[in-house]
């Protein structure tokens, strides 16, 4: 009897004490994943801290330095001198008014023929995956190339567009487009217009894909017209992403010199110059002091921008979940 009770003592301390040494081989199998998946990160990590976050940290304190390639010899802590230059400028209005007008007027014609062109492309027809494959095409094309390719075709000598525009009799000599301050925004605008486009079909054609059919459906059984499916059925449902659309694309416009300085350089006297071309404009004349400042002032409108952004993505998250 006293055998047994012993026995049936024992059995729960030897119960409770089996599952340890299975732990002890989890928790070193954790461990050593760990310090294999951190093995592998850490040649990364190491590559970004040197080549992306080493660069911005000295890039950024040469905005507070007398930073200029011209006098080397004084680089001296400067404070907010270089802000106060920038601001100081006579430039700087206009090319704050040129970067507000490149965003808004590139932005807004991207949108419209963009929805049209992803409404178009949703509905089913005869060889529509070419038609998608053409338009989608711009986008796999370098910005820079495109300023180049509309550079020659806005040529005032012998550019395309001055040849189309004389063959329909609506000009008879050519316009130097972007030689003449009235014209030569408009022309970077255009080229811009043409090129983001796509982004928009892209992005919009995606979101109408998860719009249902049934939802059509019922609004024709109400005898509700295109119209009014439209902006009742389709605009509503893809709200979010459209409005994610738009804060991403106003981040990129406004980061996005390429076009510009391949059409324009920033020219004529300043008029096509953006915030971002201005800035490589500034670099060029070895001023890295103030080119560094204005590149911590583009970083804080982005980083506005970009907390807009998140904020709605949150917001399209928590209305999908």
């Known amino acids: 009897m006293s055998r047994q009770q012993t026995t049936l003592k024992e059995r729960p301390s030897t119960r409770a004490g089996a599952p340890a040494a299975p732990r002890a081989r989890r928790r070193q199998f954790t461990t050593r994943r760990g310090f294999v998946i951190l093995a592998f990160m850490l040649p990364a990590a190491v590559f970004v ?43 700087f209005g206009t090319i704050l008014g040129n970067t507000v007008l490149w965003v808004v007027a590139s932005i807004v014609p991207q949108f419209v023929i963009g929805f049209a062109i992803a409404l178009w492309l949703r509905r089913r027809f005869r060889f529509r995956g ?9 986008w796999a094309i370098s910005g820079f190339l495109i300023g180049i390719l509309f550079r020659w075709m806005f040529n005032g ?45 892209i992005m919009i054609l ?69 915030i971002t071309t201005w800035m490589i404009n500034i670099t060029q004349r070895g001023d890295y002091g103030m080119a560094s400042a204005l590149g911590l002032l583009v970083v804080a409108i982005l980083l506005i921008f970009s907390a807009f952004y998140l904020m709605a993505l949150r917001g399209k998250k928590e209305v999908t979940a």
């Not at 925004?185 to 043409?194: D, L, P």
Request: aromatic fraction near 14%; hydrophobic fraction near 50%; charge should be negative.
């Open 206 to 274: 995606a979101a109408l894909q998860s719009v249902p059919d049934e939802l059509y459906e019922a609004g024709a059984l109400d005898g509700a017209s295109k119209a009014r499916m439209l902006f009742q059925i389709t605009i509503p449902t893809i709200s979010t992403t459209l409005a994610l659309t738009v804060l991403l694309r106003i981040i990129w416009i406004f980061n996005f010199p390429d076009i510009i300085w391949a059409m324009t350089g920033g020219g004529p006297a300043n008029q096509t110059h953006i």
């Open 157 to 201: 000598e012998f550019g395309v567009i001055n040849d189309v525009l004389k063959k329909l009799g609506l000009i008879e000599t050519g316009i130097p487009w972007l030689a003449e301050p009235s014209s030569a925004m408009f022309a970077v605008i255009v080229a811009n217009v043409w090129y983001g486009v796509t982004f928009f079909a």
């Open 49 to 91: 801290g040197v080549f992306t976050y080493y660069p911005m940290i000295a890039g950024s304190q040469m905005a507070f330095r007398n930073w200029n390639l011209t006098n080397l010899t004084d680089t001296s802590w400067i404070g907010l001198g270089n802000f106060e230059k920038i601001l100081a400028d006579p430039s």
């Open 130 to 138: 070419l038609y998608q494959a053409l338009i989608f095409f711009p």
